[in-house]
């Protein structure tokens, strides 16, 4: 399985329909200021825990990432492959792109 890169409008569409769908911001605490996509839960690719966060996760759930910009979220998700989880999806643009669609 490889990482799927989504526009906001295939990435949205996705979460709300596909059952199980979880959705994780993987920004500082800091940035939640910029903006926030409803029931996301929060992993700070930046805390030292942030490995042992991930690895508790369940792998079988679709898991639909996001950070302020997409660079950050498209390495965790790479991250996530690597570790075995089957369905991940990166929101293209992270944040600021979900804001401008709005």
């Given at each position: 399985?490889?990482?799927?890169?989504?526009?906001?409008?295939?990435?949205?569409?996705?979460?709300?329909?596909?059952?199980?769908?979880?959705?994780?911001?993987?920004?500082?605490?800091?940035?939640?200021?910029?903006?926030?996509?409803?029931?996301?839960?929060?992993?700070?690719?930046?805390?030292p825990?942030?490995?042992?966060?991930?690895?508790?996760?369940?792998?079988?759930?679709?898991?639909?990432?996001?950070?302020?910009?997409?660079?950050?979220?498209?390495?965790?998700?790479?991250?996530m492959?690597?570790?075995?989880?089957?369905?991940?999806?990166?929101?293209?643009?992270?944040?600021?792109?979900?804001?401008?669609?709005?």
């Amino acid at each position: 399985m490889s990482v799927q890169n989504l526009n906001v409008k295939d990435f949205k569409s996705g979460f709300e329909t596909e059952e199980g769908a979880v959705i994780i911001d993987v920004r500082t605490p800091a940035e939640l200021s910029e903006g926030q996509i409803e029931g996301h839960i929060m992993i700070n690719v930046s805390d030292p825990s942030f490995p042992v966060k991930i690895g508790e996760l369940d792998k079988s759930k679709p898991y639909y990432v996001y950070c302020r910009s997409g660079g950050r979220s498209g390495q965790v998700c790479n991250y996530m492959v690597s570790l075995g989880f089957e369905k991940i999806y990166n929101l293209v643009g992270g944040i600021i792109a979900w804001n401008n669609a709005r």
